[in-house]
């Protein structure tokens, strides 16, 4: 598929909170498994080595798909939520698909 738009994102929760965050992310993904059918793939991780890293794996059909994640309303208050539990700004890079 081209124009794949790949996204990683590394997520730093405060001490203590990892276990907060990690709740939040699977609800974060069920919503947008609900909400984006543009979204080919939206999947939480937790460090395997280091318990206060997580990474999110999410791949879109398109930069308008990732686009509309980005403010989508489904999401808003779990955004808010998580602003309350970082230790740290998220780190987000994209990429683009190579093939198809």
Do not use: W
């Not at 738009?5 to 907060?20: M, Q, R």
């Not at 990474?55 to 999401?75: G, N």
Request: aromatic content about 10%; overall charge positive; glycine content about 0%.
């Amino acid at each position: 598929m081209s124009n794949v738009l790949t996204v990683v994102a590394k997520i730093y929760p405060k001490a203590g909170k990892e276990n907060e965050v990690a709740v939040l992310l699977v609800k974060m993904a069920d919503a947008v498994k609900q909400a984006e059918p543009d979204c080919l793939v939206y999947r939480p991780h937790r460090a395997a080595k280091d318990p206060l890293v997580f990474l999110f794996y999410e791949q879109y059909r398109s930069r308008a798909a990732f686009d509309f994640h980005r403010s989508a309303p489904h999401l808003a208050a779990y955004r808010d939520k998580m602003k309350e539990l970082l230790d740290r700004p998220t780190e987000v890079e994209t990429y683009h698909s190579l093939t198809d």
